[in-house]
């Protein structure tokens, strides 16, 4: 059974940063790509970034110079460094994992506020 646990969320001011990180158990050897995700209230989820296992990553628009997406090899976490942080980027943050038999992998979020 495979597990994701997230974690690091919080509330920060505008410009401030933030580090996510997501903690993958079970049978996860097979993976595609793990990812973040977000939803603000009343709007649909989206995609935040995403590494594959050969280590590319994506990135929203919206995010690109501001976020990095890593993975921690040792640790089994896939982690999301949130800089310079602004109001529109408050939303649940979930973890993501899609594995190449096409199971696809949520995390229960993490909350971000980013409020003066």
């Known amino acids: 059974q495979v597990q994701l646990v997230e974690s690091g969320g919080g509330v920060v001011q505008p410009g401030e940063s933030l580090r996510l990180s997501c903690a993958a158990s079970?049978?996860?050897?097979?993976?595609?790509?793990m990812g973040w995700y977000r939803q603000a209230p009343g709007k649909e989820r989206e995609l935040v970034a995403t590494?594959?296992?050969?280590?590319?990553?994506n990135y929203a628009d919206s995010v690109k110079g501001r976020f990095t997406i890593f993975r921690d090899i040792i640790k089994n976490t896939v982690n999301l460094q949130m800089n310079s942080l602004k109001p529109e980027d408050t939303a649940v943050y979930y973890c993501?994992?899609?594995?190449?038999?096409?199971?696809?992998?949520w995390g229960k979020g993490t909350l971000v506020t980013v409020s003066s």
């Open positions: 079970g049978s996860i050897f097979s993976f595609n790509a």
């Open positions: 993501n994992l899609d594995l190449l038999n096409g199971m696809i992998y």
């Open positions: 590494i594959t296992r050969g280590f590319m990553t």
